[in-house]
């Protein structure tokens, strides 16, 4: 059977695992924390990052993007890339930048976990300018629409709604992006009522 190797905080293993579900292609999920000393992550993809997913073959793909547009293909139910040129680069382009975000604010994550000497501010304020400018250019794209591209729900929707679950799990007293993006957070509670959302909530 093929496997999904990941942990449960990861909004890249959560991305993978809403795609999973609304195309219904089944996979065993195994719990691997890249963090951990005993990590196999490595074994399967040598940046040692998760999401990987494992091919009946024994073949490993990665990343996130690499692995959603794979199961997009693989599976004709609930498409949520479009194939057509444009609207594909309007889903992909919203899903970097969701990504983009998460990028940034983990980046932040790891920073602080570091002695405070050791720490840069100057770096942290860098990525924390990445996140914000990136949840306003969301905002922005989304502007009054109840989706993020394409007027329907496609894999930038839930690119975008993994980036602020993330952004909820780790930087709830920091990062009040509810307040500065209504439009945002309308979209996050559309998607929260989804069941693959509701059930892929990052646990720590
Ligand atoms: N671009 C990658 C990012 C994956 C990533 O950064 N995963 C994190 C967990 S959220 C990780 O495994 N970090 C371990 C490390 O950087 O060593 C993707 O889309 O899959």
Not at 184 to 190: T, W
Request: some cysteine.
């Amino acid at each position: 059977m093929t496997k999904l190797i990941g942990s449960l905080t990861s909004p890249f293993v959560r991305k993978v695992r809403i795609v999973a579900a609304e195309k219904h292609i089944d996979y065993e999920f195994i719990i691997d924390v890249p963090w951990e000393a005993t990590t196999h992550v490595p074994d399967f993809n040598p940046l040692g990052k998760v999401p990987v997913w494992v091919m009946e073959d024994g073949r490993a793909i990665y990343d996130s993007r690499v692995i959603v547009e794979y199961l997009d293909h693989i599976s004709p139910v609930h498409p949520l890339i479009p194939r057509e040129v444009r609207p594909c680069l309007a889903v992909k382009r919203c899903e970097a930048l969701a990504d983009g975000i998460i990028d940034a604010a983990a980046l932040v994550f790891m920073e602080r976990k570091r002695p405070a000497t050791q720490q840069s501010p100057e770096w942290i304020a860098r990525q924390i300018n990445k996140v914000n400018r990136g949840l306003a250019a969301l905002a922005t794209d989304l502007s009054k629409n109840d989706w993020c591209a394409e007027g329907a729900y496609t894999l930038a929707d839930i690119a975008v709604g993994c980036a602020l679950g993330y952004l909820d799990l780790r930087y709830s007293d920091e990062i009040d992006w509810r307040r500065a993006h209504p439009g945002l957070s309308e979209l996050f509670d559309r998607l929260m009522e989804r069941p693959n959302f509701k059930n892929t909530v990052p646990v720590v």
